[in-house]
């Protein structure tokens, strides 16, 4: 699924590939991709230029001047180049020409959609309006973080929460409380500050460093140009069950937390006590 780094990536592929450009056509597959009628997808749409894009969270933000798109891609979307014109099908959810520019395909879009907003109204999407500060941005600091963390719930279904923090998904959850050294079972209530100060300062550093290389590619995820990312070169814990951890050589154990696979190296991320658990 893709997270805030490949998030992030793919937003200023589009803005490289169509900024400034004209809307000639756009068309939707399936209703249910969108939250208008597919027609008023297009017409909405047609004969507007591209100013610019951004993210919030794990969305897509492309601005149209009076009409904002929010387009996100769950698991399985992916934001494809197509050489001409093709007719939305299956795989092709939503596909967007641009004037003597690319033709894009916001592509499998099972779970995902691609909606239209007018720009005062855009708080109102259900996902920005409960969506906590991003990563990057004034407001998360170590003093948000330690009043965020006061709940007795362990912290990694708390960074996974986008009302707490926007845009971290399981691979960078794990991978920042792996280099904070924090297990991920440990109650948020029962961080001491210089924890959370290390979850705050990783937590920055790995995605910046995965912006760099472009995201991760475990699966599915690529960027608008076909490519792969670089940073599962750098995974530390993820998807490495039974391997050496890069830090002391323990085995990394997989198990389950907040219902989803998570990887820990259970030496240097300290067990919950009874006291510390959630
Ligand atoms: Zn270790």
Not at 3 to 8: C, G, K, Q, R
Not at 25 to 45: I, M, Y
Request: glycine fraction near 10%; proline fraction near 7%.
């Amino acid at each position: 699924m893709p997270e805030l780094p490949e998030t992030t990536v793919i937003s200023e592929d589009i803005r490289r590939l169509a900024a400034g450009r004209r809307v000639l056509r756009a068309e939707v597959f399936r209703p249910d991709v969108t939250n208008v009628p597919p027609e008023e997808f297009s017409g909405r749409l047609r004969g507007r230029v591209l100013e610019g894009t951004g993210r919030r969270g794990k969305l897509i933000v492309l601005d149209f001047g009076g009409v904002v798109g929010l387009v996100h891609l769950v698991i399985s979307g992916r934001v494809l180049r197509l050489p001409a014109w093709t007719e939305p099908d299956r795989l092709n959810t939503a596909v967007l020409e641009f004037e003597g520019g690319p033709v894009l395909s916001f592509a499998k879009l099972w779970l995902g959609y691609f909606h239209l907003y007018e720009p005062e109204r855009v708080g109102e999407h259900p996902l920005l309006a409960r969506l906590g500060p991003d990563p990057f941005s004034e407001g998360f600091t170590p003093g948000y973080l330690a009043r965020a963390f006061r709940r007795r719930a362990a912290v990694k279904g708390l960074l996974l929460d986008q009302s707490v923090v926007a845009g971290l998904g399981n691979i960078y959850v794990d991978e920042v409380l792996f280099a904070a050294r924090v297990h991920p079972l440990r109650r948020a209530d029962t961080l001491s500050e210089e924890e959370i100060r290390a979850i705050h300062a990783a937590t920055r550093k790995i995605l910046r460093r995965a912006i760099e290389l472009r995201g991760t590619t475990f699966d599915s995820y690529h960027d608008a140009f076909g490519e792969s990312g670089g940073y599962q070169r750098e995974l530390r814990v993820f998807a490495r069950a039974g391997k050496p951890c890069p830090s002391c050589g323990a085995r990394i154990a997989k198990l389950r937390v907040a219902g989803r696979g998570t990887h820990v190296c259970p030496a240097c991320q300290s067990p919950p006590t009874a006291a510390s658990g959630a």
